[in-house]
């Protein structure tokens, strides 16, 4: 016999899955938490670089992003952990003509959405990041508000706090079998046991896709490798994560920042794509990405990496998530294809699919569904996904 109803399943104790398992138990909701994995954030989530931005060009990123932006910048406050927050703000410095147009068109749209984003001088940029490359250097986008915290730290503070209020977590266990009647999802079977359910959520990152076939529901998602590193601590010497947008060969973009131990984070973007799940390190990355980030930032010259690794960014083609219901089953819910961006927007996400679960969506929520409805025609583009 299944076990007692939970109001709501959620299949993946990651970036999403956790911070939903916790908007959902402060609702006094019953939820199940189902992993594969043997604890949370064991696929994605740990390889975050844990960037905080809400410096998106759409309204549901922004918004969203806005809202993680609040809770992780008062968590330590209101609950105790430190989770390693840091307001360090996010730059995208422009050194050529295009880039610097590109970005100041998009600042139009952005403060049209509420977002606090800048553009400052060169030398007002140098003040935030001194010793940067100003050889070209036109100026640069400053959020101030943006930021940075540790993804261990994070993700295991909301876990426990979800656990206290009485979410559930059954770990090492992955889901076989979906079983539907009347249009709902009324139980789901997995390798140890069954359990019924109000609402199922696909959170389940890399796995999204295998998830949604279980009840035939196509989902265009495709994971893409990216690596990053990490650089021994050293005293704090520069503030925004810097973005740089221009393109060289074997990458599109790369960023770092440092944060709040000290260390220097970096990640890049590969061109072409890497697709499918490839964890393993390669030995193009780093002398890649060094070239890149000792060509905007000399002072990087003398840091010591500690370690490099790789994790995927689950894709849409347009750089959106699919979050919402289906049409063809209302207590089914995906939020998925973040796109590399789980981390940051995994709080304001938890908090959407509460509402939309208990039915308490306001005027913003429905604007902020529109973009990522599973059902449209992905026609539109992410400009920084």
């Not at 959902?24 to 960037?51: F, M, P, R, T, Y």
């Not at 403060?111 to 036109?138: A, D, Q």
């Not at 998530?321 to 209302?330: E, F, R, S």
Request: glycine content about 8%; hydrophobic content about 35%; overall charge positive.
């Amino acid at each position: 016999m299944p076990n007692k109803n939970n109001d709501v399943i959620i299949i993946g104790a990651g970036s999403i899955g956790v911070p939903a398992a916790l908007s959902l138990a402060e609702k006094k909701l019953k939820v199940l938490v189902i992993d594969s994995e043997h604890s949370v954030g064991q696929q994605n989530n740990k390889k975050a670089i844990g960037g905080v931005r809400a410096t998106h060009s759409d309204f549901g990123k922004i918004n969203i992003c806005k809202r993680s932006i609040e809770i992780f910048s008062t968590w330590k406050e209101k609950y105790g952990n430190d989770i390693g927050w840091l307001s360090h703000g996010y730059s995208f410095p422009a050194y050529t003509e295009d880039i610097e147009k590109k970005l100041k068109d998009l600042i139009k749209i952005q403060t049209s959405f509420g977002l606090n984003i800048k553009w400052i001088s060169s030398e007002e940029y140098e003040t935030l990041v001194p010793g940067i490359e100003m050889k070209n250097l036109r100026g640069s986008t400053y959020s101030p508000e943006d930021g940075s915290c540790s993804p261990l730290l994070s993700i295991n503070a909301m876990y426990l706090r979800s656990l206290s209020l009485g979410a559930e977590y059954h770990f090492s266990e992955k889901v076989k079998h979906i079983i539907t009647q009347n249009n709902k999802i009324v139980k789901i079977k997995t390798n140890k046991d069954e359990y019924s359910c109000g609402y199922l959520l696909n959170a389940a990152g890399n796995n999204a896709t295998e998830l949604a076939k279980l009840i035939d529901i196509d989902l265009s998602i495709f994971p893409d490798n990216h690596e990053a590193g990490i650089t021994e601590p050293v005293k704090r010497f520069f503030e925004p994560m810097i973005v740089d947008l221009r393109k060289r060969k074997g990458s599109t973009n790369f960023y770092f920042y440092q944060n709040n131990e000290g260390q220097v984070v970096f990640c890049i973007t590969p061109e072409p794509s890497i697709l499918g799940i490839k964890n393993d390190s390669t030995s193009a990355f780093l002398p890649m990405c060094s070239r890149r980030m000792l060509e905007v930032y000399p002072r990087l010259g003398n840091l010591r990496v500690r370690r490099t690794w790789r994790g995927q960014y689950p894709m849409t083609p347009d750089g959106f998530p699919i979050i919402g219901k289906t049409k063809k089953y209302d207590n089914y819910i995906n939020a998925v294809g973040m796109c590399g961006q789980g981390f940051m927007l995994g709080p304001g996400v938890g908090e959407l699919i509460s509402r939309i679960v208990l039915e308490e969506k306001n005027p913003d929520d429905n604007r902020i569904l529109e973009s990522f409805d599973l059902y449209r025609d992905f026609s539109g583009m992410e400009q920084f996904k």
